[in-house]
């Protein structure tokens, strides 16, 4: 079963991926939007995560992307930028 929660992205968000670092950061409509680095052989993949204090709960939504791309500020730009696309048309209800 793990191997299908793995592929679907079931169980608990983590708070940030294992081993990646966050290469930027911003607050964006009470939510915070992270960059996170993950590589991909030579490349970048863009992933990013988003947190929000709900219920006095912090919840963590993990977003990946099939784009990839090999400088670490496009990849930072596009996914701040494709989280607050995610947050513009979900709000909270990509916690659910």
Known sequence: MSFWKSLF????????????KV???????????????MKAGSELQLAGTIE???GGELKTYRFVRA???????DLTAIAL???RQI???????IFR
Do not use: C, N, W
């Not at 290469?23 to 680095?37: D, M, P, R, S, T």
């Not at 784009?67 to 500020?73: Q, W």
């Open 9 to 20: 992205g079931g169980g608990a968000a983590s708070t940030e991926p294992a081993g990646d």
């Open 23 to 37: 290469l930027g950061e911003e607050g964006y409509k009470g939510f915070l939007i992270k960059a996170v680095e």
């Open 52 to 54: 929000k204090e709900v």
């Open 67 to 73: 784009d990839r791309m090999t400088s670490r500020d």
């Open 81 to 83: 930028s494709k989280g």
């Open 87 to 93: 947050i513009d048309e979900q709000g909270e209800a």
